[in-house]
């Protein structure tokens, strides 16, 4: 997967440095070179020699290390590889990095390389919710870095939250998209994932039982391809997936909001199983029960966010994939929609309870297309997401 790829670790100083070990040994499974630099607090975590060791080639530690300087040259450094991951990223690091601070090694290369960076930040969680973090972590994401994680979860330091740095797994994944190379390089794709909640009060809400499963796919599937993907998702069961830009929703009325603001791409995937309908007037405050009878709801019909892109009369996405989900005349249905919605595809499925489809592992679609309809097998999520991402392939190639 990572084959010939070169990667410069900075190892920063956290507990989760141990982590990173690991990360070295997954690198090189993938075929990846890992060249080693360690920093000062890093250094207090793990030692030089088993970083060396694992990585098979020294470990950098000094700015002025004059063999190294002889030989490479810190700007050299920076830029001989395809990315950089800082992992662990220390909160120091990262302000470092957000003012451009360049008084010790890891700090210049960061400062003085023209190539990707991929941050794994891990800290106390009070320090990562710090308002002085949450600015250096928008000013980085401003200037193109990358972020994997943190993940919320039991910490070293006895606190739950958000703080842990992330898997190696996830950050193997998050590098490997960082450093895809397939045929949708260079194309922004937006998605759109899971159910929406629509309030009734502040404490309710109406909802479907999409768990995101198959949206989630479709963006890995994209991801691996190569394209930038804009994720836009609503309360999921299922993770987003690393390695893609996240848009967390929960109304339909933000999904579109995000959907817009996400525009232009060259190509839109609604997969969301967005509410039709949000109660009308919301309560701002919980209902109480009431001796005078039960509560009305009245409904307002949500926005139609596929059917609104696709009729866009500027900036409409090259190729714009609905989904539909159906419990009877699959086709029929389906192709009605695609014609109603104005979308190039829809991808149709059968969501009648007996399928096992919402909420399953697998899927059973039919893809629509002014071309007719397509059956294809019964097959995992992952499978026709992969099926779909290569087939988007195609129609942006041609
Ligand atoms: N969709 C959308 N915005 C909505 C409703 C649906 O973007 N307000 C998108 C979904 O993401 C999906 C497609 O439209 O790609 C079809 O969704 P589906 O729920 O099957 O269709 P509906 O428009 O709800 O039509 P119906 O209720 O008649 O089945």
Not at 74 to 99: C, E, G, N, W, Y
Not at 309 to 323: A, D, H, I, T
Not at 379 to 389: F, S
Request: hydrophobic share 45%.
């Amino acid at each position: 997967m990572l084959a010939g790829k070169h990667i410069l670790l900075i190892i920063g100083g956290g507990i989760a440095a141990y982590k990173s070990l690991e990360l070295i040994r997954r690198l090189q499974d993938q075929g990846a070179r890992v060249t080693p630099v360690l920093t000062k607090s890093g250094a207090e975590f793990v030692t030089p020699l088993s970083v060396s060791a694992l990585a098979a080639t020294p470990v950098h530690q000094e700015l002025f290390d004059l063999t190294a300087e002889a030989e490479m040259g810190h700007i050299q450094l920076s830029r001989s590889a395809d990315l950089l991951v800082v992992a662990p990223a220390t909160a120091d690091l990262m302000a470092k990095m957000a003012q451009g601070f360049a008084n010790d090694l890891a700090s210049t290369l960061l400062l003085a390389t023209d190539t990707p960076v991929l941050l794994a930040p891990a800290m106390n969680v009070r320090m990562w919710e710090h308002p002085a973090t949450q600015r250096n972590l928008e000013t980085l994401k401003d200037d193109g870095v990358s972020f994997v994680g943190p993940n919320e979860g039991s910490m070293a330091c006895g606190e739950f939250g958000p703080g842990r740095m992330a898997e190696p797994e996830e950050i193997l994944a998050a590098i490997a998209a960082k450093l895809a190379d397939g045929p949708l390089k260079g194309k922004r794709i937006l998605v759109t994932s899971g159910p929406t909640h629509e309030p009734i009060d502040p404490v309710r809400y109406i909802a479907n039982r999409s768990s995101g499963a198959q949206g989630a796919a479709v963006a890995c599937a994209l991801r691996d391809q190569g394209a930038d993907v804009v994720f836009i998702t609503g309360p999921a069961e299922v993770r987003p997936p690393e390695g893609v830009q996240v848009v967390p929703v929960e109304s339909a009325r933000e999904m579109e909001a995000a959907v817009q603001a996400a525009l232009p791409a060259d190509a839109g995937v609604f997969a969301a199983a967005v509410a039709d309908w949000r109660v009308a007037s919301a309560s701002d405050r919980k209902l109480k029960k009431s001796k005078d009878g039960l509560p009305v709801l009245e409904f307002a019909e949500n926005p139609d966010i596929l059917k609104t892109v696709s009729q866009m009369k500027n900036g409409r996405p090259g190729l714009v994939v609905g989904f539909a989900a159906e419990t009877n005349d699959v086709v029929e249905n389906a192709t009605a929609k695609r014609k109603r919605k104005g979308c190039d595809w829809i991808v149709a499925n059968d969501v009648s309870p007996a399928t096992g489809i919402m909420g399953g592992s697998e899927n059973a679609v039919i893809l629509i297309s002014d071309e007719g309809a397509e059956e294809w097998p019964r097959m995992g999520k992952d499978e026709v997401a992969r099926k779909l991402a290569d087939r988007i392939a195609a129609a942006l190639a041609g």
